[in-house]
């Protein structure tokens, strides 16, 4: 034991032996004389070191109280946990609250599926228990062979119910008292679940308005998400993307042009006027419908059928690029890249070809640039190198074809084409971002020059092979 240099602290921590003639030899006094060293450390510890706000202070000692001058004593100073209130047990996380309805929470597992399995209550009311099982490990199998639910109306009822809680969220700015409208049609609000909120709540008034179903809901919520991805289009700045019915009337003046016989064609055009809301937008299916009209009654409509898709496709090629293509070909064509949202000023920037060494493949430019592209050098795109320009679009649903995915695409221009014809493919400035569109609608539009013409189109590699080809353009 440590030994001290007061007299009564050695008496209160030092043990009594039994053998009152302890054994003495060169081991023990060694002992000592560390323990002595050790002692000597000790006093110069704080005077409070060791006092009752330490955690074992006064260990074996009633009251805890300091002054022994023990182990025990020398502990870290330590700050005790707040005091919880009386009868209740400290917790420092605090679990989320219960996704169940209150009246739910005190059932047991038997009394919650037969909750489900008689429907008692209105469905956005037991939709929750669904979700709580799945929770708890059950599978929705288990769940379909106890309550008789199959799978396919779990995952309705449960996503139904999440867009009904966004609808009476107050950020929606939908009417409560239109909620219960929905209380008989859980598939209808199913329909809404790709939409933002807003868009769920102009489309939720719009479904009741209309008296739509659930397919109706479901073409409504993909014409909705599907407009901005559009804005290239030929027609697109005549509807109002904050318009639900606008939305819908734009995807069926769409199918419109995609329809092979003209009485479909001008049926198509009918439902979508029906549906039009803004005075822009019916306007402008009028104009359509009316030659339409014409064309089924075997009247000659614009000079022999110039407005027939058919006869003004843009001769512009969609190629894509196969892998390891740029490093087989053997000649190869840098040019500048722009971005859709740069507009029309950057187009004009760009940098020109100034000189090239054909032997040994230099190019030379009149001013510095930081984006290019490396292509293949192919015959259209070779003949307007000197003024040519990459505009790089983030999505080529923008790209007036039928078959257009959402991937990038790189439009190949030449700023030399800015007289706009009939059978072009053009690229302008539409609210700050470039786009492209066909010279035949720019025409009608009384759009007599544009940036740059189209003279290639050219998608990313992909395994499968998807060319486009002259029946998928719009």
Known sequence: MLSLSHSHAASAATPRHRNPRPRHSAASASRRRRASHIAAGAILLPPNFGSGNSIGGGLGKPGGGGGGGGPSDRKLPFTPPPAAPPGQLYQPFHPPPSPLPEAYRDLDLTQRLAVLRDRMGQWYEYAPLIAALNRDGFMPSSIEEATGISGVEQNRLVVAAQVRDSLLDESAAFPRDLVSSFDAAPELLYELRFLTARQ????????????????????????????????????WAAFDGAS?????????????????????????????????????????????LDRARRRAAGEDVDGGGADDDSASHPGVPVVRLQYGEVADASTVLLLPVVREADGVAAVDAAPRRSATDVDLGLVQ???????????PGWGPVAEAADEAVVVELADGRALPWRSAEKEKALVIADRRGKEVADEGLYVLEKDGRLVVERGRSLVEQGVAAAAAEVVMVVRPPKEVNDMISDDEWD
Do not use: N
């Open 200 to 235: 769920r709540a102009d489309a939720a008034r719009h479904a009741l308005a209309r008296g739509l179903d659930a397919r109706g809901a479901r073409d409504l919520a993909r014409a909705m998400k599907d407009f901005p991805y559009r804005r290239a289009e030929d027609g």
């Open 244 to 288: 639900p019915g606008d939305c819908l009337a734009f995807w069926r003046f769409r199918q419109s042009r995609e329809a092979i016989a003209v009485e479909d064609c001008v049926a198509e055009l009918e439902r979508a006027l029906e549906v039009a809301e803004t005075e822009a937008a019916r306007a402008r299916l009028e104009v359509d």
């Open 365 to 375: 430019v009149d001013k510095g640039w930081a984006r290019w592209a490396v292509l």
